[in-house]
């Protein structure tokens, strides 16, 4: 049974900081890349970074330099650290697969920055 949980967003003022967390059910998870993407009101969700099986991070540039995303295997696990957020990072995040998603998708995390 595939389950995706993420957590950790909420409100904050812009420069300041939150870490996500995604609990992932299901040992497949674990060899495959993940990533975590956001919606934002009225647009498209997008890709905004992957992290390899092995812990190699890709990012968009629009985060570049803020965010970090990494892995814990053993937990099925997938973090973002998000440094300096803006207003225009207020979205809800998700993770998947990366840069494929499943069709599947958990129910998100909502990120508000304030400015």
């Known amino acids: 049974h595939v389950q995706l949980v993420e957590s950790g967003g909420g409100l904050v003022q812009a420069g300041g900081s939150l870490t996500l967390s995604c609990a992932a059910s299901?040992?497949?998870?674990?060899?495959?890349?993940m990533g975590w993407y956001r919606q934002a009101p009225g647009k498209e969700r997008e890709l905004v970074a992957i992290?390899?099986?092995?812990?190699?991070?890709t990012y968009v540039e629009s985060v570049e330099g803020r965010v970090t995303i990494s892995r814990d295997i053993a937990k099925n696990t997938v973090y973002l650290q998000m440094n300096s957020l803006k207003p225009e990072d207020t979205a809800i995040y998700y993770c998947?697969?990366?840069?494929?998603?499943?069709?599947?998708w958990g129910q998100g995390t909502q990120v508000t920055v304030s400015s």
């Open positions: 299901g040992s497949i998870f674990s060899f495959l890349t």
């Open positions: 992290v390899t099986q092995g812990g190699t991070p």
């Open positions: 998947n697969v990366g840069p494929r998603p499943l069709k599947y």
